[in-house]
């Protein structure tokens, strides 16, 4: 997803190697199987880009806004922050539909993969999927009052 961003200065090698660089801080990791891996590396690569982005809001100087490519609503482009202050305010409501979203984009990860994580069917998988993605088309056109959340 990054690939298509033009004014993004984080690039898709350099995104894989932060999130292995703080994967590699914590002392163990538990995973039952490469989902579990990929959804733990979603988790982390969310982080990464939420705290690249944040650290370029901070800066003095002229900067671009990052934004992620989704297929929220055709292909149009969504900004970072506001994808990060909706999936948290989705989190408070339904965590389990935030960590499909954030398994599914931030790790790519297929529905089936997400399933097995979740210990669901790709069936029910789907369809919070889809109820997870027209909650964030709502509230990324609507927003509420940023949410900050402590690093």
Not at 24 to 43: G, P, T
Not at 84 to 91: K, P, Y
């Amino acid at each position: 997803m990054l690939r298509r961003e033009h004014a993004v200065s984080l690039s898709s090698g350099d995104l894989v190697q932060e999130t292995v660089l703080r994967l590699i801080q914590l002392r163990e990791i538990e995973c039952d199987d490469r989902a579990h891996f990929m959804a733990l590396a979603s988790r982390f690569m969310r982080r990464v880009l939420v705290d690249h982005v944040r650290a370029k809001q901070a800066e003095k100087r002229e900067h671009h806004r990052v934004t992620l490519t989704t297929r929220f609503d055709r292909g149009r482009a969504i900004d970072l922050s506001g994808l990060d202050s909706a999936l948290i305010r989705l989190g408070s409501v339904d965590g389990q539909r935030a960590e499909i979203v954030e398994m599914r984009y931030f790790g790519g990860m297929t529905l089936g993969d997400i399933a097995q994580v979740l210990s669901l069917s790709e069936a029910t998988v789907k369809r919070r999927w889809v109820a997870a993605r027209a909650w964030l088309i709502d509230a990324m056109d609507d927003p509420l009052v940023p949410v900050h959340r402590d690093a």
